[in-house]
């Protein structure tokens, strides 16, 4: 587990914006174009998009050392520092790439699944899961270096941790799916999550070798197509965490995303174990806002719910 330095002010704005969540996977701005995703492979109305997919594996990087980086980021866990290396690992592909992406305000986002199943519930009710989507940006503008950039993402998780945006979405989903066809549900999913340029999913297996037909299984990957830019999987098996990469087929080759996944890894661990004592998290904003305007929103909903609730409480 980790900790998080969030205010209560701050959970407080967390919740006000994961309640709105719906509205902006519905009506707002989708990701700037990129080479993971150039407008022109973007799906449309009529849901066109390029057909197969193009797939990697990168190589494991060993689970103890991931552990011995967390152990020097106060506060953190094991998913921050995996999700700071992937943030690394797209960034400097991008800047391999040439992409301005990399220096514009908003960055790339990732859709992810949370659970909502509740413990002990029944599998026979749900197939064994209950999910619904949320997101998380990689901010490239802040990560000016390996450091950096493991708090910059682990803010952006402790944002998540604290917001209701997937409990909001479950419950819009199940509004909306009343009055739409399936026909019309699976186009409105398509509209949303074509707004993100990641498809993002981080799965523990199982920490001891498995064993199939007798031979021992060296390695995990799986994949998920959606049509979203890139996908990128990680998943834990035997003290070692894999990375997979998935691109539509008609954009550059993931293999050189996945070949940039372990560099990444090593230049980081290397980087911070040489700095003597643990690291503590930088004063500041949790709650991040590029946007000069959307911090002003969110700034302005937060005084009107406290006057509100002020004033209920006087009244």
Known sequence: GGGSKVHVVQKLAAMLVGCVQPLTACFGSRDPPSVLMPASVRPTAAGRQPQGKKIACAKGICLEQVKELKDKFQGSSVNDILSAVLALTLKHYLEEQGDSVVSHWKGLSACFSVSLRKPGESIRETFGNRVCNDFMRFPFTEMTDGVQTVWS??????????????????LALRVVAR??????????LKHCIAKYTILLSNVPGPQTPCFLGGEEVEDLAFYTFLPVGCYCGLVSYNGKVSCSFASDAGLPDPQKLADRWAREFDDLYSH????????EEPQGSVLSFPSPLSR????????????????????
């Open 153 to 170: 993402v682990k803010r952006q998780i402790d944002l998540v941790k604290c917001s209701p945006a997937a409990l909001a979405c479950d």
């Open 179 to 188: 009055f739409l066809s399936g026909r019309q549900l699976a186009f409105f």
């Open 272 to 279: 911070v174990m040489a700095i003597e004592g643990t690291l």
């Open 296 to 315: 002003a929103a969110t700034g302005a909903v937060v005084v009107v719910v406290g006057a509100v609730g002020l004033a209920c409480v006087v009244g």
